[in-house]
């Protein structure tokens, strides 16, 4: 069982920045996908961004596209959400989640592991 620890969060003035990082407990990340969703309150999980294996391909959500930046360093076996120009909208709980894929997937069901969620509030 793979489980993911993130760490980052908090609260944040618009316009401010934030990062997450995501580091597998007692495992490396192997050669498998990460992404990174978020959730609201009664709403659904939605997608935010995701990087391939090697970590040159990224996707990201068109909501956050140019603000925010997904990496991974796999020496490190962390991957990265550095989160800039945050807006109140951005407020949800973030999950770091893994594929059993090498390629970028979008959809909550490709993906087979999950951190616990990580709070971020953007204040306006």
């Known amino acids: 069982q793979v489980q993911l620890a993130e760490s980052g969060g908090g609260l944040v003035q618009a316009g401010g920045s934030l990062r997450h990082s995501c580091a597998p407990s007692g495992r490396t990340f192997g050669r498998y996908a990460m992404g990174w969703f978020r959730q609201e309150p009664g709403q659904e999980r939605e997608f935010v961004a995701a990087v391939d294996w090697t970590g040159s391909e990224t996707y990201y959500a068109d909501s956050v596209k140019g603000r925010f930046t997904i990496s991974r360093d796999n020496a490190k076996n962390t991957v990265y959400l550095q989160m800039n120009r945050l807006k109140p909208e951005d407020t949800a709980v973030y999950y770091c989640?893994?594929?059993?894929?090498?390629?970028?997937?979008?959809?909550?069901?490709?993906?087979?592991?999950w951190g616990q969620g990580t709070q971020v509030t953007v204040s306006s």
């Open positions: 989640a893994r594929t059993n894929g090498l390629i970028i997937a979008t959809m909550v069901n490709q993906y087979t592991y």
